[in-house]
């Protein structure tokens, strides 16, 4: 039997969590299942930088930081002093904020199709705000998607259905449990990359949709023209275009995706990021669009409370003055580099690359049937030796080339494991840990 013992503290408060909270945790990229589970942490104690420590005591590199919300480095003290300080003024007052008005005029400068705002606290409720405020502005109904946008009835109806790319559900693994079937035609999804496909769900629906969200990019650049021809698309026939960039937001550029590929939508949802791990969210988009909101009931006691916007303040303004964009390009570019050299130091097929704000592996295996395997071999050896990842990483602007190299030098050990598994025929010898789970595909390559 495995030695759980690095990590029997967070196994135990696992078994706990099982009889208090339904799933166990509040976030599914959360549970011990998206990692190795009896090798990786699943609770942490503390956190600061680059790096946080378990409730075992162990210390590691942490390239997953809170699913992308920290970007400068856990408890940065720019933007804790900030919050600090906010909350000997008041966390949330009785009257409204002038910190609303501070944020949105920022925001405005910043992301290429913000004219107005609204906030929520995460990215799916801005998600749904940004679905019923293109309902409200155009008096339609349908929704056309690509990409994964949350938790709420408005999106998971969708699951009713099937995918156009391949005739299974959209999110595969979850049921749409809860959520009313009725719903269901009320949000179609579309394939990422296929403009015609697009197009002739705007035809068949012809003075239907009301919006065309999608995720712009994920992990690779869309095609030549791609964005600008959905823009095109949505113009013709009278649909806001909302791009959600919770995921890929801040990191490209600090006007997100939108201004590193010059592609304007008439709609952008931000969460994640935009405050470095204190709940935040916004909506933000042209006038013409965002102005009928005023005459809709979207409507939160907390949306505006101080310490999130004090947050996102310091975040973004920070952002600018470390030079972001330039260096998380740095950054992915290293790592891959690094990463790729331990792989072909060590012989064993695969690459590092996409996005250079989250580059990720993937392994050149004889059989595909090994994949989930040596993946999770790799998750789960890269825990033992203080490295907390899956196959991608996002780096913050705390990580440094001296993370970077002990990383990769920790891959090349793991490396070595993987090939030779693969050329004795044991690999599955090495697995000590429950196969990694992914909790749903995502309509985006």
Known sequence: MPDQSRVARSLELYRRAEALIPGRTQLISRRSSQFAHGASPIYAARAKGARFIDVDENEYIDWVNAVGAII??????????????????????????????????????????????????????????????????????????????GWHDWYQSANYL???????????????????????????????????????????????????????????????????????????????????EVSCGFRPRIGGVQEYLDVTPDMTVLAKAMSNGYPMGAVVGSRAVMEPASRMFISSSYWSDNLGLAASLTTIRELERRNSAQRFEALGRALSEHINQALSDVGLGGSCGGMFWNPAIHLKLPDESLRAVANTIFIQEMARRGIHCNMSFKATLAHTMEDIELTAQCAAEV??????????????????????????????R
């Not at 107005?116 to 995460?122: D, P």
């Not at 339609?140 to 998607?145: A, D, Q, V, Y």
């Not at 999804?189 to 002739?200: C, Q, T």
Request: charged share 25%; no cysteine; glycine share 12%.
């Open 72 to 149: 400068l480095g856990h408890a940065d003290d720019a933007v804790d002093g900030a919050v600090k300080a906010q909350i000997d003024r008041g966390s949330i007052f009785t009257l409204n904020s002038a910190l609303e008005i501070e944020l949105a005029e920022l925001l405005n400068e910043v992301i290429p199709s913000a004219e107005m705002a609204r906030y929520t606290k995460g990215g799916g409720e801005a998600n749904a705000v940004a679905a019923r405020i293109a309902r409200g502005a155009t008096g339609r109904s349908l929704i056309l998607f690509s990409g994964y946008h």
């Open 415 to 444: 490396f070595a494991l993987i090939k030779g598994g693969l050329e004795s025929g044991d690999l599955q010898q090495l697995l000590d840990s429950d196969l990694t789970k992914e909790p749903f595909r995502r309509l985006v």
């Open 162 to 244: 099937v995918d156009p790319e391949s005739g299974e559900f959209p999110f595969a693994g979850i049921e749409p449990i809860g959520v009313p079937a009725e719903l269901a035609g009320t949000a179609l999804p579309f394939v990422w990359g296929d403009l015609a496909g697009l197009r002739d769900l705007l035809r068949a629906h012809e003075g239907e949709v009301a919006g065309i969200m999608m995720e712009p990019i994920r992990s690779e650049l869309p095609p030549p023209g791609y964005l600008e021809g959905v823009q095109q698309l949505a113009r013709a026939h009278d649909a806001v275009l909302i791009f959600d």
